[in-house]
């Protein structure tokens, strides 16, 4: 562990990373919103839908640590809007496998340049190459340590 200078105060170090986390989820949900009609939430469950392919809300649910009973709402909006199906579960009649719809693929192509689009004018304008491969390593590292500490011993 590396020594911090101490007019560095973890406290604004912290609420710096979530206001920018708040502000560039916005910016991403806004211009997403406004190409595909999808927000970022809703964008987040096709990303695990066409990763996991055909799933429960269980599975979606644990990938995007959000209850099941928030999942099954986000699925049913994804429903709604024709991008995912529901079909009953062969495996356990209790439950229902989730897939995407045949129009997903494309909203999630033109989902993904949005973001790549918006990322780049928020972060490849502002800083280097090198600060942003600096960037993720701290965030990773953070990751990490928080999941280990979650971790039940």
């Known amino acids: 562990m590396t020594t911090r200078p101490d007019d560095v105060s973890l406290y604004d170090v912290f609420f710096d990373l979530t206001r920018t986390e708040m502000q560039l989820w916005d910016h991403i949900d806004d211009a997403l919103r406004a190409e595909i009609d999808v927000p970022l939430g809703r964008f987040e469950a096709l990303l695990v839908l066409r990763r996991l392919g055909p799933c429960r809300i269980l599975d979606v649910s644990r990938e995007l640590a959000l209850t099941v009973g928030g999942t099954s709402k986000l699925i049913d909006k994804l429903e709604t809007t024709g991008l995912c199906l529901r079909a009953p579960n062969p495996d ?41 491969t600096a960037l993720r390593g701290a965030l990773r590292a953070l990751r990490r340590a928080t999941n280990e500490a979650s971790l039940p011993e």
């Not at 356990?92 to 129009?103: F, G, H, M, N, Y």
């Not at 949005?114 to 004018?121: D, G, H, K």
Request: aromatic share 0%.
């Open 92 to 132: 356990d009649r209790r439950s229902s496998l989730i897939t995407l719809a045949e129009t997903a693929p494309a909203v999630i192509d033109r989902g993904e340049a949005v973001i790549e689009t918006t990322l780049r004018s928020h972060l490849d304008a502002h800083l280097t190459g090198e600060e942003i």
